[in-house]
Nanobody, 124 residues
């Protein structure tokens, strides 16, 4: 069992940067591949990025490549999402998730644990 708590969301202006965090507790953090997903109002939840347990392999949704960076600190049991050049369309509730599977994936059905989300709002 692992518990996930997101933080760092807020209201920013278009073009700003923001870093959201996901703190984990429970089983050894490095045992889990992790991912970020987001859900905008009236839309389905979508994949943002994922990272392997060691942090050496990452994967991004095409629309986030070059603007978002996923990372993790296995000593602090925390995962991060650095978001640069934010756009109003990035407004969403951002969730972190963990999977016991070794391979990172963009399929939310393969994630076993989820946080409650942190709201990111980008004004134009």
């Amino acid at each position: 069992q692992v518990q996930l708590v997101e933080s760092g969301g807020g209201l920013v202006q278009a073009g700003d940067s923001l870093r959201v965090s996901c703190a984990a507790s429970g089983r050894p953090f490095s045992a889990y591949a992790m991912g970020w997903f987001r859900q905008a109002p009236g839309k389905e939840r979508e994949f943002v990025a994922a990272i392997s347990g060691s942090g050496t392999i990452t994967r991004y949704a095409d629309s986030m490549k070059g603007r978002f960076t996923i990372s993790r600190d296995n000593v602090k049991n925390t995962m991060y999402l650095q978001m640069n050049t934010l756009k109003p369309e990035d407004t969403a509730l951002y969730y972190c998730a963990a999977t016991v599977r070794a391979l990172i994936t963009n399929d939310q059905a393969t994630y076993d644990y989820w946080g409650q989300g942190t709201q990111v709002t980008v004004s134009s």
